[in-house]
T-cell receptor, first 114, second 111 residues
Framework: DADVTQTPRNRITKTGKRIMLECSQT?????MYWYRQDPGLGLRLIYY???????NKGEISDGYSVSRQAQAKFSLSLESAIPNQTALYFC?????????????FGEGSRLTVL | GQSLEQPSEVTAVEGAIVQINCTYQ??????LSWYQQHDGGAPTFLSY????GLEETGRFSSFLSRSDSYGYLLLQELQMKDSASYFC????????????FGTGTRLKVLA
């Protein structure tokens, strides 16, 4: 089983709908991240969390919200989806207390907003 | 702000050596990481430079020069399976470990 699991893997929705992407991890890491990937733009940070009570905005947080329900769970919500939020979304984790430079990614959630 | 620039595409032949550059305009970061991503897959970690100099991991090596705001990933003995996108990333300082990524380089390995 994957250490970082994202659900759903694929989702097609309509403009204006509320969407939640979920991420759970079994690595025991405190730090969790949500990234968005678009062709030619690389990975852009949406939100990150260093523990259950710590939530921080990334580069492109407008239109998104997050919830850290537990150490192992970090959800990303689109309150009212719009077509330019069509993208591939990745959840990632990293160790705290050690600067190894390594992120562990989930398999991605492909979202299409019509 | 910060930005990391990479060439958009690099092509090389099997067995060759290729260098993928990453130039950055940011300060106060802990180190430079490299990731590989195959089409349809998730990014996977390759290497990390916390200090200036060369880090070697098998066929892959990575280099960092903070004074030149520059790093690179060197891939030796290229194989077809190395065809993928490669991203550099900095782990940002100022009390946080958030990771900012470059735009990525697509490597095509030809037979």
């Amino acid at each position: 089983d994957a250490d970082v699991t994202q659900t759903p893997r694929n989702r097609i929705t309509k403009t204006g709908k509320r969407i939640m992407l979920e991420c759970s991890q079994t690595k025991g890491h405190d730090r969790m991240y949500w990234y968005r990937q678009d062709p030619g733009l690389g990975l852009r940070l949406i939100y990150y969390s260093f523990d259950v009570k710590d939530i921080n905005k990334g580069e492109i947080s407008d239109g998104y919200s997050v919830s850290r329900q537990a150490q192992a769970k970090f959800s990303l919500s689109l309150e009212s989806a719009i077509p330019n939020q069509t993208a591939l979304y990745f959840c990632a984790t990293s160790e705290s207390g050690a600067n190894t430079g390594e992120l562990f990614f989930g398999e991605g959630s492909r979202l299409t907003v019509l | 702000g910060q930005s990391l620039e990479q060439p958009s595409e690099v092509t090389a032949v099997e067995g060759a050596i290729v260098q993928i550059n990453c130039t950055y305009q940011t300060s106060g970061f802990y180190g430079l990481s490299w990731y590989q991503q195959h089409d349809g897959g998730a990014p996977t970690f390759l290497s990390y430079n916390a200090l200036d100099g060369l880090e070697e991991t098998g066929r892959f090596s990575s280099f960092l020069s903070r004074s030149d705001s520059y790093g690179y990933l060197l891939l030796q003995e290229l194989q077809m399976k190395d065809s993928a996108s490669y991203f550099c990333a900095v782990s940002r300082a100022s009390g946080t470990y958030k990771y900012i990524f470059g735009t990525g380089t697509r490597l095509k390995v030809l037979a």
